[in-house]
């Protein structure tokens, strides 16, 4: 099993803001190191793939109307939208039809309506209880409509119990699901045993292995965190956020090494993963910015360029991704492209002392000291405290006429 079971996880885009991987790169001939950050410090968690997780098809009705046995029966030709007008039609005529409204909700759980199957699978589930016949299709069914409607307070209940069942094989796919409506309703520490669990079950669990190295990532143990992306990649190939976060990773270990062979070795793994990110992804901006970020590290100069300069093609490129092929121009001594390029940055985003660091560097190794004098000043209006900013100002002022 793949990452066949987290389709719906894309909502979780906003919890990575505070995956910051702040990368340091040498400058020759300047007064302190350069920053160069990941585009918006965020990636996407798992993306779409073409399969989705299946609860269990419910059996056949032993009792029921014409009208329910139809509904069935249009479910098992996959005839979803069918069987659920079907199973409608039934449950209007008898409210109290659990069989009915339990078709209805796996037909529109088939047809990615998850509110609307955990509505009907809810109503199936409270007859099925107060007729003492509750039975776990059912459940785990509604346990993942509930999760992929993000309501995880509702889903996990639901989970530990179809987790828990005495005598049952473990499930990967619910574990996976238990652990992430933990993950969502900040238990950590449940969501990682929930994780493991699941790849005990499934090694190959290529989800819950993103998820174990994502919450590694985030508690900065990064060598844990490369061990879970890279099993999670070569479990999936194609999982394109665990080839992200792999790549942050890498470039933070190097960022913080002490010993310049290694920070040279992440350097060169963070080039490696974020060339798979971009097989996966051709002609995304982002993933183009950060492989052009691990090219920088490494020091491959002319392919940064070469990546960068086919983002910047696009008049809507992000300033984040110009200012990037700017540094690439910059530590390639190809000031005037790198001038040009940062003073296109700083028109996108005018914000960016950083922006205004490199451009005052590049027109000063250019001689044109008024600019770099007018360039450091922007950054040090963004930044008053920063001593670079003072330092370089007083450096260029004298020759700035």
């Known amino acids: 099993m793949t ?3 987290f389709r719906y996880a894309i909502v979780f885009v906003t919890l990575l803001s505070t995956l910051s991987a702040t990368v340091v790169f040498a400058q020759s001939g300047s007064t302190r190191p350069r920053r160069v950050d990941p585009a918006n410090n965020q990636t996407p968690p798992p993306a779409n793939t073409s399969t989705q997780p299946r609860p269990a098809t419910p059996a056949p009705a032993a009792s029921g109307s014409g009208d329910t046995a139809r509904a069935y029966s249009l479910l098992q030709q996959k005839q979803y939208a069918e069987a659920a007008q079907e199973a409608h039609k039934a449950a209007a005529a008898d409210p109290k039809n659990s069989e009915a409204w339990k078709i209805a909700g796996f037909a529109e759980f088939y047809q990615n309506q998850f509110k609307e199957a955990a509505n009907d699978l809810q109503r199936a589930l409270e007859l099925q209880r107060a007729a003492r016949e509750e039975d776990a299709p059912t459940v785990d069914a509604l346990a993942q409509s509930l999760v992929r409607s993000d309501e995880f307070e509702r889903a996990l209940p639901l989970l530990v119990a179809a987790t828990s069942r005495a005598g049952a094989k473990p499930d990967a796919t619910l574990l996976y699901y238990r652990g992430l409506a933990e993950y969502r309703t900040n238990k950590q520490a449940d969501a990682e045993r929930s994780f493991n669990a699941a ?8 989800a819950s292995l993103f998820y174990l190295g994502r919450l590694a990532y985030e508690r900065n143990q990064t060598d844990a965190a490369i061990a879970a992306f890279n099993r999670a990649t ?10 992200t976060l792999l790549t942050y990773a890498y470039l933070r270990r190097a960022a913080s090494a002490t010993v310049p062979a290694q920070a040279d070795a992440d350097y060169v793994n963070a080039v490696r993963s974020s060339d798979a990110l971009v097989r996966v992804r051709a002609n995304d901006e982002p993933s183009a910015a950060l492989n052009g970020q691990a090219l920088i590290g490494a020091k491959q100069f002319p392919r940064a360029i070469v990546v960068l300069e086919r983002a910047a093609a696009n008049p809507a490129v992000r300033g984040g991704t110009l200012y990037l092929l700017g540094v ?4 390639a001594k190809n000031f005037p492209k790198a001038i040009a390029t940062f003073e296109r940055a700083a028109a996108k985003t005018s914000d960016d002392v950083n922006i205004y660091r490199e451009l005052g560097y590049a027109y000063e190794v250019s001689k044109q000291y008024a600019k770099a004098l007018t360039a450091y000043q922007k950054g040090a209006d963004l930044s008053p405290d920063d001593d670079d900013f003072k330092q370089s100002i007083e450096r260029v002022r004298p020759f700035a006429k």
């Open 328 to 331: 690439a121009y910059s530590r």
């Open 234 to 243: 070569l479990a999936d190939p194609r999982f394109a956020e665990a080839w």
């Open 199 to 206: 790849v005990k079950a499934d090694p190959k669990n290529s």
């Open 3 to 5: 990452n066949r079971f």
